[in-house]
């Protein structure tokens, strides 16, 4: 299983979640650590994976609280997560899904994810315009999608 940050800093960022405990929060000691995002707390939240693939989530009494699919979670109580959830941890939303497939970004949200694709420079490098990189892009992403 992967958390997906749909919204927030690290918007595109995917964190595998391996069997046993994983938690996030603003301490960069954190398993998954969102230290930009200052409505989190320093341990928010704690994610249990078991072996058979089913995960829990559990609000660890943050000061913001923890919402699970837009209602907030009791602190303390785990609540079975499934594939398509979201969860909100301060201004970071997170969609877990079963499989994840990294692909290049055009846009960089965050000025230290570094690898994300630098548009300019490749379309400088090959004499192209935006336009042609962006739709040769396009074409060779469709191209190369799983059946």
Known sequence: MFLIVKEGRERGRAYKLNEGNTIAGRNPTCQIALTEDHAI????????????????????NSTNGTYLNERR????????IEPGITL????????????????????????NQSEAFDLEASADDNNETKSERIQKLATDYLENLPD
């Open 88 to 111: 909100l941890l301060g201004t970071t939303l997170f969609e877990l899904v079963v499989q994840y497939t990294p692909t290049k970004r055009l846009a960089m949200p965050h000025p």
């Open 41 to 60: 707390s320093r341990q928010h939240l704690l994610i249990n994976c078991k072996p058979d693939g089913t995960c829990t989530a559990t609000d660890l």
């Open 73 to 80: 979670m009791l602190p303390n109580q785990p609540s079975i």
